[in-house]
């Protein structure tokens, strides 16, 4: 595998009712994907913006054809890894209140099926300790996977604050381009998004 360098992040799809169909809530027109991709992306996911050129043109949907072809090659799995409270360095500080514990929270992973244990790896780290993984290999990726976390185990609380000011919607999935795999803590989204690449998966709640 290639180091990773690139991850997008993803927020939930946008309400469409004003017939907004981009998935992109940004200045980046299509990144270069097109009109039929962006028509099958628009009800599973929007694009957050990364404030880095080279996520605006061509590396989303050069991350997306690697994913479509592990499909091709019949080379995707999809699975789930739990990430235990203890593991996690996260600093709750800025929320301005304790951060409550919880005992683990699912992270869905879907990639390329020789990849695995490495991929599998690769996300536990930011999950557990982003600083440690931004200074080994992500130099530019703040993933924001800790406040993920926090939102999918808090989500009374996360009604009543932001957890990034000015942002109206929660960071719930990622992209990784440089070699193409997703994950997510959002049971719908990693279902539909599974759905476009040719996996049937059922996520039951817990």
Not at 4 to 14: A, D, E, G, I
Not at 55 to 78: C, M, Q, R, W
Not at 115 to 130: N, P, V, Y
Request: charged share 25%.
């Amino acid at each position: 595998m290639q180091n990773t360098n690139l991850v997008q992040r993803l927020c939930p799809p946008r309400d469409d009712k004003m017939g907004v169909r981009n998935p992109f809530s940004f200045g980046a027109g299509g990144g270069r994907l097109s009109p039929k991709a962006l028509d099958l992306l628009a009800p599973v996911l929007t694009f957050d913006y990364m404030m880095k050129g080279e996520f605006e043109f061509g590396a989303v949907p050069e991350g997306l054809s690697k994913i479509h072809d592990y499909a091709t090659a019949n080379n995707l799995f999809f699975s789930t890894i739990d990430i235990a409270v203890k593991d996690v360095k996260l600093d709750t500080s800025y929320l301005n209140q304790p951060l409550r514990e919880w005992k683990s929270c699912p992270v869905y992973i879907i990639g390329a099926k020789s990849d695995q244990a490495e991929i599998e790896r690769r996300i536990r780290l930011m999950a557990t300790d982003e600083d440690r993984c931004c200074a080994e290999m992500w130099k530019h990726f703040k993933g924001k996977l800790h406040e993920g976390m926090y939102l999918c185990v808090e989500p009374l609380l996360n009604r009543q604050i932001k957890l990034v000011p000015t942002r109206d919607r929660p960071i719930v999935g990622w992209i990784e381009l440089d070699n193409g795999f997703f994950f997510s803590i959002d049971r719908v989204m990693t279902e539909k998004f599974a759905k476009l690449f040719g996996l049937n998966i059922e996520i039951h709640a817990s």
